[in-house]
């Protein structure tokens, strides 16, 4: 027995340190050392270098100046690029030099031209000070030919010029602070130590000159915090968890207009300008989408705001401008979290990354001291009307159509037995829109109490309140027609019964509002106007966003298809008694032309799109001419390839669906496989060539 113990023990022990091999095996399998870039592209590294050394106005900075002008050493207009793997730095020099003797200058010098230094940049691993040695130097003359310069010029530049570029240095400490409390908070609270852990590990990395930027890259040991449970990363949201994920949407997206708006106050080039649009309507588009499919997930967030950073970085990268106050070491914090969250989304789920109210708070620190960059307000924003080339306000005429317009010439076909002679109509039972539900257009069952968004439901009901008179008395004024309307008992008691002050309608009177109920009958008549607000809206597509034309009979006849496919021509409904704007089954759209309160924020007034008709289609006129000169007819091939109907279906297509929908009804049309909002618009409009009005009174009445 005494034999075998010194063998069990052995054994015993082989056992132990082979488990603890495999256990640290094990944990350096789940541990990742990942590259977390700092770029710093030329024009935010120029825009460092001017606020760290060129001081002064017009990006210069005195390094010598004797008082009485004889002795002058100046710089001016750094710039950076990249040469053959090194950093070329180029600045103007001006020298003035001489002796100053009995208060005058004797023997002067003057000489300007160009100092060249190449530089290789280095990170100091303790303080994180980026700074540059320089290689090799060169002087050029005006002309960029060399050089040939008096020795006490050179003297100068070589004693005080040199020294002072040697000593810029950029301190990195700063974005990788900020990076350090971005990143924490976005790690699951079970997980907070690990992830301490992960940021205690960055490290200095290697620096390397591209020919877009310096990159310096930080090193991180990541470790697999969890592994996710799938089925929560897949879950659509319910409940509070839908109400909190909305909420932090609306904090996104109100960072994102300010990134895109901040965007166009620089020159634009139309392809940046595009994408601009692309990106802000797109991830508008994608959200409204989600929450009226049911299918937003606790991720979305996150994947929206990467995919939106990876194209918007370019151009925020290329325009980014030298701050008065230091803002450009700001941007490079949002640049490098940014960049920081993309590399963890490539990473995958197991590191458990999710965004959050508290990231989107940092930052939006990084960029600007603005409480209210992440409101989610309801106003116009004018910088956002700039940048989709909007003319400055909305621009609404009420004057209604001209005596040559085609309205005028409308045969409104009294097929319909609510439109009849009246002594006919006692042989038909009347239907109401409610018994009649026209896929495409919102039934009153549709129209329901939004249960999920913070925001109150503002469709304050126009109720009984008392009727506004005009200068004739009881008569009222048409405000289009300019006809004089004498009340029959009916209509005096539906104005007393409608009519409140509490419509928060702007300028609008109490029977601008109740004028555009869909009466019982008379359906003819209010077809008319509808359409003579629709042709007055048609007109808007002016300015910048105008169109050829020769395309503007199909504008006009889309517009009009488009409000009888969205709305069949209502701007408001009959609820229980009360009339109250007509909002879309997914509680996002409003009124005659369905403009999408969520997409279209910021560009519209909202309280207007609500309850002036007017005004709600001529953003949506404004809309469809965005869509159409930005978009239809940007490619000629595609716009010559297809005729003036499936034109205007691609329009819609992208009205109803976004920018994605150019691609996506171009590929339905040539593969014949349309969608049955595609086939139900292209009837509308083929009705409205064709003056088929009575198919409009099976809508709005029923048949």
Not at 485 to 504: G, H, N, R
Not at 528 to 534: A, D, P, S, T
Not at 620 to 632: D, P, V, W
Request: hydrophobic share 40%.
């Amino acid at each position: 027995m005494s034999r075998r113990k010194p063998l069990i023990f052995f054994c015993f022990c082989g056992i132990v340190v082979l488990s603890f091999l495999i256990l640290v095996h094990a944990a350096e399998a789940r541990t990742e050392r990942v590259e977390l870039p700092i770029t710093i592209d030329y024009n935010l590294l120029h825009a460092l270098i001017v606020q760290k050394a060129y001081t002064e106005e017009n990006q210069s900075v005195t390094l010598l100046n004797t008082g009485d002008g004889c002795v002058v050493l100046r710089l001016e207009k750094p710039s950076v690029s990249q040469n053959d793997g090194l950093l070329e730095f180029e600045t103007k020099v001006i020298v003035h030099a001489g002796t100053p003797i009995g208060g005058k200058c004797v023997v002067p010098v003057s000489w300007e031209g160009y100092l060249v230094l190449f530089q290789r940049p280095v990170i100091d691993s303790a303080t994180w000070q980026l700074s540059f040695i320089t290689t090799e130097s060169k002087l050029l003359e005006m002309n960029r030919q060399p050089a040939r310069i008096a020795g006490i010029v050179w003297d100068l530049v070589k004693g005080r010029v040199f020294q002072y570029l040697d000593n810029i240095k950029i301190d990195l400490a700063p974005p990788v602070d900020d990076l350090k409390t971005f990143l924490l908070p976005l790690f699951p609270k079970n997980v907070q130590q690990q992830t301490k852990d992960m940021l205690a590990t960055l490290r200095t990395g290697e620096v390397k000159v591209a020919p877009e930027a310096v990159i310096v890259n930080v090193l991180a040991d990541v470790q697999e915090v969890y592994r996710p449970d799938e089925s929560r990363q897949k879950e659509a949201l319910s409940g509070k968890d839908l109400e909190d994920l909305v909420g932090l949407w609306e904090q996104w997206d109100a960072l994102l207009s300010y990134l895109v708006t901040a965007m166009s106050q620089d020159v634009l080039t139309q392809d940046e300008r595009q994408t601009l649009m692309d990106v802000l309507l797109d991830t508008r588009y994608r959200f409204v989408e989600g929450l009226s499919d049911k299918n937003l997930t606790h991720d979305f967030v996150r994947e929206q705001f990467v995919k939106a950073w990876r194209q918007l970085s370019p151009i925020f990268r290329h325009h980014i401008k030298q701050s008065k106050k230091d803002g450009s070491l700001g941007y490079l914090s949002f640049f490098t979290a940014a960049d920081a969250l993309s590399v963890f989304d490539r990473l995958g789920p197991t590191f458990g990354i999710e965004m959050s109210r508290d990231g989107l708070l940092r930052l939006a620190r990084m960029l600007t001291t603005d409480q209210s960059v992440l409101t989610y307000g309801s106003g116009v924003n004018p910088d956002l009307r700039k940048l989709f080339q909007l003319m400055p306000t909305l621009q609404i005429d009420r004057s209604g159509p001209s005596e040559s317009s085609p309205q005028k010439e409308m045969n409104l076909k009294k097929t319909h037995p609510l439109i009849q002679d009246s002594d006919s109509n006692d042989k038909e039972q009347k239907r109401t829109p409610e018994n009649k539900s026209l896929p495409g257009v919102p039934s009153k069952q549709d129209i329901k109490k939004n249960d999920h968004e913070k925001q109150p439901d503002t469709r304050q009901p126009v109720e009984r309140g008392g009727r506004e008179k005009s200068s004739e008395g009881e008569n009222i004024k048409d405000s289009q027609s300019g006809i004089i309307f004498v009340p029959q008992e009916w209509m005096t008691k539906i104005l007393d019964f409608f009519l409140s002050p509490a419509y928060a309608a702007g300028d609008l009177s109490k029977y601008d509002i109740v004028r555009w109920r869909v009466p019982e009958t008379g359906v003819d008549e209010y077809i008319k106007r509808v359409i003579g607000v629709l042709d007055a809206a048609a007109g808007i597509g002016k300015g910048e966003n105008d169109f050829p034309d020769s395309f503007r009979d199909m504008f006009r006849s889309m517009i009009i298809a488009m409000a009888w496919q969205e709305s069949c021509f209502r701007q408001f409904i009959e609820k229980k008694h009360q009339l109250i704007y007509l909002l879309s089954y997914n509680n996002t759209s409003v009124g005659l032309m369905q403009v999408n309160e969520r997409v279209w924020r910021g560009l519209y007034n909202l309280q207007r799109l609500r309850w002036d008709i007017s005004y709600n289609a001529a953003a949506g006129s404004e809309i469809a001419a965005l869509y159409l000169r930005k978009y239809a007819l940007r490619d000629k091939n595609i716009v010559k390839s297809l005729d003036r109907s499936t034109l205007a279906g691609l329009v819609y297509a992208m009205y109803n669906g976004g920018p994605g929908q150019y691609h996506g009804f171009l590929q339905r049309y040539k593969k014949r496989k349309m969608l049955t909002s595609d086939k139900l618009f292209s009837e509308k409009y083929s009705w409205v060539v064709s003056n088929q009005w009575d198919k409009m009174t099976q809508c709005l009445i029923g048949e």
